[in-house]
């Protein structure tokens, strides 16, 4: 058995008849899909509805990935806006991942160094004052602190 109708094996038909139309109009349409309200829906509608999301959300984050690369492999290091945004979202995470990076906070009145002795200078002073922080904050818990051979009863 073929997939012909009838009336065309029968009769002397035009030689470009497409099979479209010896299909039925469903076979051709695709059937519209039920609207259910969210109270009339079962739970294999939600989750084929939430399998559906997940799947369209995962084709557009692979299309992002696509063109942030693309633009990457065109413009590459940090050249373009997208690779510095990347690495200083990547620089936050490591420091919220308590990795051993410490972010340094931009006070603005940094001027680039010329030299290598003015870098080591600057270097040896944000030691200085670091180191003096902590020792203050040591003194401070000291001070806090009262010992019980102190206390008189």
Same mark, same amino acid.
Request: cysteine-free; proline content about 3%; charged content about 45%.
């Given at each position: 058995? +073929? #997939? /012909?109708?009838?009336?065309?094996?029968? %009769?002397?038909?035009? @030689? !470009?008849?497409?099979?479209?139309?010896?299909? !039925?109009? &469903? &076979? *051709?349409?695709?059937?519209?899909?039920?609207?259910?309200?969210?109270?009339?829906?079962? %739970? *294999?509608?939600?989750?084929?509805?939430?399998?559906?999301?997940?799947?369209?959300?995962? %084709?557009?984050?692979?299309?992002?990935?696509?063109? =942030?690369?693309?633009? &990457? $492999?065109? #413009?590459?290091?940090?050249?373009?806006?997208?690779?510095?945004?990347? !690495?200083?979202?990547?620089? %936050? $995470?490591?420091?919220? +991942?308590?990795? #051993? @990076?410490?972010?340094?906070?931009?006070?603005? #009145?940094?001027?680039? /160094?010329? +030299?290598?002795?003015?870098?080591?200078? =600057?270097?040896?002073?944000? @030691?200085?004052?670091? /180191?003096?922080?902590?020792?203050?904050?040591? =003194?401070?818990?000291?001070?806090?602190?009262?010992? /019980?051979?102190?206390?008189?009863?």
């Amino acid at each position: 058995m +073929s #997939n /012909v109708p009838v009336m065309s094996m029968e %009769e002397v038909a035009p @030689v !470009a008849v497409s099979d479209a139309m010896m299909l !039925a109009p &469903e &076979e *051709i349409h695709e059937k519209k899909k039920e609207q259910k309200g969210s109270t009339e829906k079962t %739970e *294999i509608d939600r989750k084929r509805e939430r399998r559906e999301k997940k799947r369209r959300q995962h %084709e557009r984050a692979v299309a992002r990935e696509k063109r =942030r690369k693309l633009v &990457e $492999k065109l #413009n590459p290091g940090l050249g373009n806006k997208h690779s510095k945004k990347a !690495a200083l979202m990547k620089l %936050e $995470k490591d420091v919220k +991942s308590s990795k #051993n @990076v410490s972010l340094l906070k931009d006070e603005g #009145n940094y001027k680039p /160094v010329k +030299s290598s002795s003015a870098f080591f200078s =600057r270097l040896q002073d944000e @030691v200085r004052d670091q /180191v003096k922080t902590k020792k203050e904050t040591k =003194r401070k818990k000291d001070k806090s602190t009262v010992k /019980v051979s102190q206390l008189k009863l």
